[in-house]
């Protein structure tokens, strides 16, 4: 019977536990958690099992002066002398200004480092601090089955490919920019986030276009933040697809470049200690940007487009859209939002992420 779940319905399962401090097991033999969520309890918990190592990020490592020799992780020892808040320091740079020597940090660099790769992946794609602590096991499949945890192979996380869209429902929505609104909803299959298109007037599929990959921002799109660009470019672009009677705005979430919105807070906090949006997001371990911008490609080819005039002050998501086999036939500016709040931001957007400014 088909009652079991798949790869994909345990991967999103091992998302869920992650997020709620439950442990998940690798099939490759061992045990993770979130350092985020991790509580003393399961701390203790591990250490009665063995020597646990905490898997980092290599830009983490990179902020610690830890040696990455498997260059995008790194694979540190856990001293048995060391408490439960010194591994939730590792991992959160909070503090790190205050209490900058956390070494010296010793680091595996023999053994293969694919499950702490997996461990890494899954922790990001909960929207946590990309950081796990693990174990190993000689059993992980009884272990699993005996403290009824969930089970996947690492190798699942690491290849992942884009989870299927499905096409839910499209509805008519009058809106300020065009009373010809539409809003369409897709949800992937594998159970992250929804994402959504606003489709303005009747755009003609055989022609290119307007459109503009608008990653989610709730303090710039809901509160009118003024730290960055977004809500003035999300308004700009509705108003100019409704002055041309058509576009297609896709609406992805992916707050934070693709961090999520508590990791995107934790960036602007490290913001507020002097370190650019770059530098913050490298510290607590993260890529410039980590959207994927495949599934905005694959929304608009559910929709019926080939073509685009793309509303985007990013060369890169030009080039990703031609990757992902969408034709952009003009890069349309969208020079929106400065103010003496983000001035700086915008200054390194163009500096270190290219955006022509």
């Not at 709620?20 to 701390?43: K, Y």
């Not at 934790?266 to 200690?273: E, I, N, P």
């Not at 559910?302 to 890169?316: D, E, H, Q, W, Y």
Request: with cysteine; glycine share 10%; net charge neutral.
């Amino acid at each position: 019977m088909g009652f079991s779940p798949d790869i994909t319905e345990r991967l999103a399962r091992a998302r869920a536990d992650l997020r709620m401090g439950v442990p998940v097991v690798l099939s490759e033999g061992w045990i993770m958690l979130a350092v985020e969520t991790l509580d003393q309890t399961r701390f203790a918990d591990l250490r009665g099992i063995g020597e646990p190592i905490l898997a980092v990020t290599g830009w983490r490592a990179k902020t610690l002066k830890a040696r990455a020799y498997d260059g995008d992780v790194a694979r540190i020892v856990v001293p048995h002398n060391r408490p439960f808040t010194w591994v939730k320091s590792i991992a959160d740079p909070a503090d790190d200004l205050n209490h900058p020597m956390k070494g010296p940090l010793q680091t595996l660099r023999d053994g293969p480092a694919g499950p702490h790769r997996a461990a890494i992946a899954l922790t990001k794609a909960a929207r946590l601090l990309p950081a796990a602590i693990m174990i190993e096991v000689d059993d992980p499949a009884g272990f699993a089955s005996e403290h009824n945890l969930t089970l996947i192979p690492g190798s699942s996380v690491v290849k992942a490919e884009l989870s299927s869209l499905h096409h839910v429902i499209h509805a008519r929505l009058p809106l300020d920019a065009s009373e010809a609104g539409r809003l369409h909803i897709f949800r992937p299959e594998d159970g992250a986030e929804e994402h959504y298109a606003v489709e303005i007037g009747h755009p003609d599929r055989s022609k290119p276009v307007l459109s503009r990959l608008h990653s989610a921002c709730f303090t710039g799109d809901l509160l009118g933040s003024l730290k960055c660009d977004c809500g003035p470019q999300l308004r700009g672009a509705l108003a100019q697809m409704g002055a041309e009677g058509a576009g297609v705005l896709l609406y992805l979430n992916q707050e934070g470049r693709g961090i999520g919105l508590a990791n995107k807070m934790r960036a602007y906090s490290l913001q507020d200690q002097g370190f650019d949006t770059v530098e913050a997001n490298h510290r607590l371990g993260f890529e410039d940007d980590e959207r994927d911008f495949r599934i905005g490609a694959e929304i608009l080819k559910r929709m019926g487009f080939s073509a685009v005039r793309l509303l985007t002050n990013n060369p890169a998501k030009v080039a990703r859209m031609e990757g992902c086999g969408i034709s952009v036939t003009e890069r349309v500016p969208l020079k929106v939002g400065e103010n003496r709040h983000n001035t700086q931001y915008l200054a390194t957007k163009a500096a270190k992420s290219g955006h022509l400014l």
